[in-house]
Structures are given as structure tokens and as C-alpha cells.
Nanobody, 126 residues
Framework: QVQLVESGGGLVQAGGSLRLSCAASGRTFSTYTMGWFRQAPGKEREFVAAISRSGGRIYYVDSVKGRFTISRDNVKNTVYLQMNSLKPEDTAVYYC???????????????????WGQGTQVTVSS
């Protein structure tokens, strides 16, 4: 069983920055593929970014490229999402997710992730 706890959300003005953190339980965090997803009111949950277990492979949805950075610290069992130049359309609940199926790959489909955090709200005002 893996537990994921997100933090770092909040209210920020457009153009501002936030850093989300996701702390994971378990002694084998370095084997987890990690992803960030978001869900805005009335919309489906969508992929934002993913990082392979080594950190050597990273992928972003086009709408956040150049603004968001995903990273991980396998000693602290934590994955981060640095969000810069935030826009009102980034407003959503942000979730981190873990995939334990193995391999140094990124996963883009939410159905490939078995474990999810409770989410953290990000609100960007215009």
C-alpha cells in the first residue's frame, strides 16, 4: 500500500508561482513512476506531467510546457511540481499519482496509475 499526500496549493494571482509537493510512503519510492494530474470543476481529470523512476524521462502536457517543472527527490520520497507564470485556466484540484508496474518510463494515462493522493486546490485569480 502506498500513501500519497499533496501540499502546497493555494490562491495566487495570475503570473505568480506555486510549488506543489507530494510525499509518498514506502521504502521503494525510487521504483515508482510519478505523475501529476488536475481536475477543474465540471471537467475530466487531465494529465499534467510525469517523471520516470530515475528522473531521466519527463513529459508535460503542451499547455504547461515552459511554465511547469516536475522533479523528484528519491531520498526524501517526494515529487514536486514547480508552477510558474500561472494562468486562471490552471485553476483546478491537483493530484499526484504513483505507478508501481516497473520500468523507467513515464505514464500519461490516468488509468495506468494505481495510487492517488487526496488532491490540493490551486486557484489562480485574474
Amino acid at each position: 500500500q502506498v500513501q500519497l499526500v499533496e501540499s502546497g496549493g493555494g490562491l495566487v494571482q495570475a503570473g505568480g508561482s506555486l510549488r506543489l509537493s507530494c510525499a509518498a510512503s514506502g521504502r521503494t519510492f525510487s521504483t515508482y513512476t510519478m505523475g501529476w494530474f488536475r481536475q477543474a470543476p465540471g471537467k475530466e481529470r487531465e494529465f499534467v506531467a510525469a517523471i520516470s523512476r530515475s528522473g531521466g524521462r519527463i513529459y508535460y502536457v503542451d499547455s504547461v510546457k515552459g511554465r511547469f517543472t516536475i522533479s523528484r527527490d528519491n531520498v526524501k520520497n517526494t515529487v514536486y511540481l514547480q508552477m510558474n507564470s500561472l494562468k486562471p485556466e490552471d485553476t483546478a484540484v491537483y493530484y499526484c499519482a504513483a505507478d508501481l508496474s516497473g520500468g523507467d518510463y513515464v505514464r500519461l494515462d490516468l488509468y495506468e496509475y494505481r495510487y492517488w493522493g487526496q488532491g490540493t486546490q490551486v486557484t489562480v485569480s485574474s
